[in-house]
T-cell receptor, first 113, second 114 residues
């Protein structure tokens, strides 16, 4: 079955430290890949997306993600985390034969002062 | 401003009652979606509509119903057949269905059972 896995349920980092959130998608044809962010009690906002081409994708708010076909991964990174980055982050994939989005279970980010 | 609105923000349901969640978009998008979000879980697709007057069941459609009579509106009814309706419900839309289309989300409706 098509699936998206976010191995880390909860991550805590200090403000100013670097961040990496992991995302793995199931094997097969490369899907369209997305990262969304959700503040408490709010809807989701797109951070970035990958279709093809350059494997390093830049997004909003200083985030970037790197697609690695060999590892079926699409990890999200930020060089220096700000307190306002505390939120829940979702990785999602759209497999072309399905058309629907498959979401990971999310990673909650806590930022320590 | 273009966007998606959902109402109400909070909704309470009594046993045996049907309730309807509203979702409106003024983005001129063809596709619309309803997701359910439970704590510690990702979003699960309830129903989606690729175009007006058409909709399909998602992964967890039992106990829910939808309509798509207007392009901008995609209301979700939680029926009494849904035995565990307490959740956060998110509506989304995209220009077209599938592929690399970005989904734009509303602020959500939290449904609670009395």
């Amino acid at each position: 079955a098509q699936s998206v896995t976010q191995p880390d349920i909860h991550i805590t980092v200090s403000e100013g430290a670097s961040l990496e959130l992991r995302c793995n998608y199931s094997y097969g044809a490369t899907p369209y890949l997305f990262w969304y962010v959700q503040s408490p009690g709010q809807g989701l906002q797109l951070l970035l997306k990958y279709f093809s081409g350059d494997t390093l994708v830049q997004g909003i708010k200083g985030f970037e993600a790197e697609f690695k076909r060999s590892q079926s991964s699409f990890n999200l990174r930020k060089p220096s985390v700000h307190w306002s980055d505390a939120a829940e982050y979702f990785c999602a994939a759209v497999y072309t034969n399905a058309g629907k989005s498959t979401f990971g279970d999310g990673t909650t980010l806590t930022v320590k002062p | 401003d273009g966007g998606i609105t959902q109402s109400p923000k909070y909704l309470f349901r009594k046993e045996g009652q049907n309730v309807t969640l509203s979702c409106e978009q003024n983005l001129n998008h063809d596709a619309m979606y309803w997701y359910r979000q439970d704590p510690g879980q990702g979003l699960r697709l309830i129903y989606y509509s690729q175009i007006v007057n058409d909709f399909q069941k998602g992964d967890i459609a039992e106990g829910y119903s939808v309509s798509r009579e207007k392009k901008e509106s995609f209301p979700l009814t939680v029926t009494s057949a849904q035995k565990n309706p307490t959740a956060f419900y998110l509506c989304a839309s995209s220009m077209n269905f599938g592929g690399g289309e970005t989904q734009y989300f509303g602020p959500g409706t939290r449904l609670l059972v009395l």
